[in-house]
């Protein structure tokens, strides 16, 4: 320290030539190693001048930079952090602002050692110094707990009333971190009257101090809006009066007129409009006006419309206001910036919410945005292209859809995208003929994304027909259905739900071919060598062709025959019960076979006789021939027969830990012991090593009792 003051005169530079150095020598590393080589070597330098009782106090402000240095930079500097907090209590302003500086970096409200420091926070709130006293309001936002806010409270009310603006907006601030330190006001804050305080300081004549007020208010009307109701007019009159250019210009920002403070009471108005009819009919004409005087063409004049078309979205519905909106955020789609036509993607997104007609004439410059090579900004444009669909765009929509889907790779984009595209054609789809093409094209390009339940629309489409009883119309739908199909069977690495959706279709409906049955049978059978079959679609496939054969009352081709012989020894056990099934069918009686493999009969309902009458000739011909009749269990339980399968021993003994002794355990070798099935007596292995070493049992004595000495 010695050298420092040496190479100091008493009116040199604030810093020392040694920091200059190591501010110069951190910017000069050239990897992380030789960083962190030169933190240590400083680490090592501060230690003793931190701990020397009689180091000069006009560098303790430098040393304390330095420290933040060390921190910032990764080392450890926990053993100086004591000496941070102490150096708060310095009577220099500038050492007591760079020590709340570093004690504010250094720690956190957590901290237990923040309680050394609260006794000079209650002190430097008292200070005649108002700069002090700003010192002392700044560390409170960092360091004070919930614990020791009534520490700290009472001075804070007191300085709201402070001469001068710069404490009462540091005091707001403060009572703002107390509300985030105690939100529900049950703790430290309860039976504190908060908001009569923020109500002054939201009148209060410097807008430095209202700007404070208004971030406390917003938060607490985040919690509950209702409180706050009363607060609309004021906050009506403070908007209009900024946007009018009534305050000072050094509130301006690019010509704007408080732009941030516009938008925080554009967010304050949304929060309490919502679902208020009453609220938002004072709010629309002063919205409205900041919206058309913040459309400026710069940045900070867009940042202003945005935000008034999420307060116009927010609020309760005005349709003139809604067109504004509209018309205004629209021109963000013209823009050549990605960032503008992603804000104006998300306020065209929250006024089609509302209502979609609003959006409706700007859907092209909407589509054009699926052309953008932004992802972020296409993938934002699909979700608002799915909200404006309706029944008369569903087509231009989904066709855009389904071209971005042939153009992506992203497989979490493509499963949101198929799934939309399935919504969509589900619910507006023109006509059925419409629905199976684009769920064709959906099942081609999604590939394994495509969910089973989508799959399963689409089956139960093409069985139920267009849902108009017309008998030819269902027939020509399902006859395309087996055309497009056989067409798409000659493509390769076709997905696994798309092949199960054409074996079904080809198995119900193949006769409906306009080739031969032969040539659909050859042709489903094939998929073996062009397709990677699964064993999933292995058993839609032997179902397909068990049903093919039983329509069409003909025979399986060689290859079929493989098929079903392969699987049916096959270790898939459902594979291969799936194919023994279908060969007993087909090898049965005609009248089996269509029982059991019934034509077009996947719709409906299957009426089950829990009494089996099927089975009365077989049952009344085993009586005849000496059979016993069934018993029920409950005339079994009435004539005193009880269970004896092992599965109700297990379920009638208790469950309980087993206290019984395990058997001893019998070295190898050593002679087995004999079970007499007899009399039921068993010999134990431990009577075999008894002091008289006989396999035989003494004599005179019973076996049950011969006893063993353990």
Known sequence: MNSITASMGKKGPTWSREFDSLIRAI????????????????????????????????????LLVR?????????????????????CSETNLITKKVAYLASSLFLDYKDDTIILVVNTLSTDLKSDNYLVVCSALTAICKLISPDLINAVLP????????????????????????LQLDPERDGPLAGVDLDRHLRQALCDKDPSVMSAALCALQEAIQTDPKPYKNLIPSFVS??????????????????????????????????????????????????????????????????????????????????TLLQSAAEMISTFLK??????????????????????????????????????????????????????????????????????????????????????????AERFAPDTQWFL????????????VVSPQLANSLMRLIAEGAGEEDDQADTELRA??????????????????????????????????DVPVDSVIDKLAGILDTQNVTDSVRGYLITALGKLCSQAQCNLSPQAHQLLHDAANSRNLDLQQNALEVQALLSGAVQTRQAGLPPD????????????????SFVQQALEHGAAPYISQQQRASMGVMPTSRHHEAAEQPHALRFAAYEKAQAPGAAQPQHNLLDGSHQQAASQQSSSRSSSPVKGKKPSETRTTM
């Open 67 to 87: 420290l933040i240095y060390v921190e910032m930079l990764g080392q450890d500097a926990s053993w100086a952090h004591v000496k941070a907090l102490q150096a």
């Open 27 to 62: 910017g000069e590393c050239k990897s992380k190693a030789e960083e962190d080589a030169l933190i240590s070597k400083e680490v090592e330098i501060l230690k003793p001048r931190l701990k020397d009782p009689k180091m000069d106090k006009r560098w303790l402000k430098e």
């Open 238 to 319: 403070i908007l209009k009066q900024v946007a009018e250019h009534r305050l000072p210009k050094a509130f301006d920002y690019h010509r704007t007129p408080a732009p941030f403070l516009q938008i925080k009471l554009l967010r304050i108005l949304g929060q309490l409009g919502v679902s208020d009819k009453q609220a938002s009919d004072n709010m629309y004409a002063v919205v409205a006006d900041s919206m058309r005087r913040g459309n400026t063409g710069h940045t900070i004049g867009n940042a202003i419309v945005y935000e008034a078309v999420r307060t116009i979205a927010n609020i309760y519905p005005n349709p």
């Open 335 to 424: 823009s050549s910036s990605h960032n503008l036509k992603y804000v104006g993607i998300d306020g065209l997104a929250r006024i089609v919410r509302i209502n979609p007609k609003y959006a409706a004439e700007h859907q092209l410059a909407v589509i054009d945005c699926l052309e953008d090579p932004d992802d972020m900004l296409k993938k934002k444009t699909l979700e608002l292209l799915y909200k404006m669909t309706k029944p008369n765009n569903v087509e231009v929509i989904v066709d855009k859809m389904v071209d971005y889907l042939r153009n992506t790779n992203d497989e979490v984009t493509k499963t949101e995208v198929v799934k939309r595209i399935g919504e969509l």
């Open 437 to 448: 093409d684009t769920m064709n094209q959906v099942f081609e390009l999604g590939g394994d």
């Open 601 to 616: 009969a996947s719709c409906e309902d299957l009426q089950i006789d829990v009494s089996l009458p099927f089975l009365n």
């Open 155 to 178: 001075r804070t009310l007191e300085l709201l009333t402070h001469p001068k603006e710069l404490v009462r907006k540091k005091a707001v601030m403060a009572l703002d971190r107390y």
């Open 480 to 513: 395309q259905a087996v055309a497009s199909y056989l067409d798409l069977l000659d493509k390769p690495k076709l997905s696994a739900v798309l092949l199960k959706v054409i074996c079904w279709v080809l198995g119900e409906y193949g006769t409906l071919a």
